[in-house]
């Protein structure tokens, strides 16, 4: 989640477990607590998927922030002035508010370390996105309440009681869109094929599912209000064709790992070089994807040689209208909104005739 968002969950934390004790003190320093495990994007790794795939990495370690609540509740119950305050108190606090930032992250699509250093794959169990003002806003109100006040338990209790509750309704949105979606995925003998089920931005009643089929990549919007219409399944070819040269490649190994096999390749001149491009398809949206890398380069003989990775700039003009047209099919389905009017139609495979 956004920076602010992890600020007042710390801080609602903070104000709930000891804010009878210490009043403002325990937000604030609940606030800090909250923000610290995104520190790392403060680390350069050297290229572009290195800095990629290591955000929300050793910082966001379960098992390394277990650890410093440990030693921090045990320095603060020797040398605090509150002596009121046991080691179980102050852990509680430490490690509900360090721990809560990296188990929030996997609720959202970028995958989270949480396993660190064990080498499992991200975690990431999406029923929120990154930004969501209807989460954020219950726990920014607390905030500001407890910080008035001087004394944070009861607003801060509310805070995270009504953001809890958003969370539940959205899994409960996200069970909705899977039955919707499940008889056209039988419909296309697609029901066992990898998928990812998401909110689109800022809201959790339009969700964007996500599903690989080798070659293929297909693309729908369910929302909950949709009623009796049918999910459209739009088509799109991903360069799978592609994916054994990038498993040659170090960095490509890495972005697999990372987020296979929700991944496109395609070849592009860039200036007079011909690059290998690699494009995270959980992240944005059909058209809209950030996240593109350039992993090598054609050598002279055809040979792809490993560059240092860069990020292309994907950014278009026509974010606004896209979104537009999303929060509009949010309680419309009709007219249906079809992902590929956005996106270069040589990506395109099949549509169905609406589109």
Do not use: E
């Given at each position: 989640m956004d920076t602010l968002t992890q600020a007042a969950l710390g801080a609602a934390i903070g104000g709930t477990v000891l804010g009878r004790r210490l009043?403002?003190?325990?937000?604030?320093?609940?606030?800090?607590?909250?923000?610290?495990?995104?520190?790392?994007?403060?680390?350069?790794?050297?290229?572009?998927?290195?800095?990629?795939?290591?955000?929300?990495?050793?910082?966001?370690?379960?098992?390394?922030?277990?650890?410093?609540?440990?030693?921090?509740?045990?320095?603060?119950?020797?040398?605090?002035?509150?002596?009121?305050?046991?080691?179980?108190?102050?852990?509680?606090?430490?490690?509900?508010?360090?721990?809560?930032?990296?188990?929030?992250?996997?609720?959202?699509?970028?995958?989270?370390?949480?396993?660190?250093?064990?080498?499992?794959?991200?975690?990431?169990?999406?029923?929120?996105?990154?930004?969501?003002?209807?989460?954020?806003?219950?726990?920014?109100?607390?905030?500001?309440?407890?910080?008035?006040?001087?004394?944070?338990?009861?607003?801060?209790?509310?805070?995270?009681?009504?953001?809890?509750?958003y969370l539940l309704f959205s899994m409960g949105a996200k069970e909705v869109v899977e039955t919707r979606i499940a008889p056209v995925l039988a419909a296309h003998e697609l029901e066992d094929a990898p998928r990812l089920m998401q909110p689109t931005p800022f809201n959790v009643l339009l969700w964007r599912v996500t599903v690989i089929d080798g070659n293929a990549h297909h693309e729908s919007l369910v929302g909950v209000f949709d009623g009796d219409h049918r999910p459209l399944l739009e088509t799109y070819t991903r360069g799978a064709e592609l994916e054994d040269v990038v498993s040659t490649l170090s960095k490509g190994k890495r972005l697999e790992w990372f987020a296979s096999p929700f991944l496109r390749y395609d070849i592009r001149d860039i200036g007079d070089a011909r690059v290998l491009v690699a494009t995270d398809l959980r992240l944005g949206f059909p058209g809209f994807y950030p996240f593109s890398f350039v992993l090598a380069e054609a050598g002279p003989n055809n040979e792809w040689l490993p560059t240092v990775t860069y990020q292309l700039d994907t950014s278009r003009s026509d974010n606004g209208v896209a979104l537009s047209r999303l929060f509009q099919r949010i309680l419309d389905p009709e007219p249906p909104l079809c992902t590929s009017d956005f996106v270069d139609r040589r990506w395109v495979r099949s549509l169905p005739e609406v589109c």
């Open positions: 009043g403002r003190k325990a937000v604030l320093l609940g606030a800090v607590l909250g923000t610290l495990p995104d520190l790392d994007v403060v680390i350069d790794y050297g290229d572009a998927v290195s800095n990629y795939t290591q955000h929300r990495g050793f910082s966001h370690s379960l098992f390394l922030l277990a650890g410093l609540s440990t030693l921090l509740a045990g320095l603060c119950t020797r040398l605090s002035p509150a002596r009121d305050i046991s080691f179980r108190h102050w852990w509680l606090f430490f490690g509900l508010c360090l721990m809560t930032h990296p188990l929030l992250d996997t609720l959202t699509t970028y995958g989270t370390q949480i396993w660190w250093p064990s080498g499992a794959s991200p975690s990431a169990w999406p029923i929120v996105f990154i930004i969501d003002p209807l989460y954020s806003l219950p726990l920014l109100v607390a905030t500001v309440v407890a910080l008035i006040i001087g004394h944070g338990r009861r607003a801060s209790a509310w805070g995270l009681a009504l953001s809890c509750a």
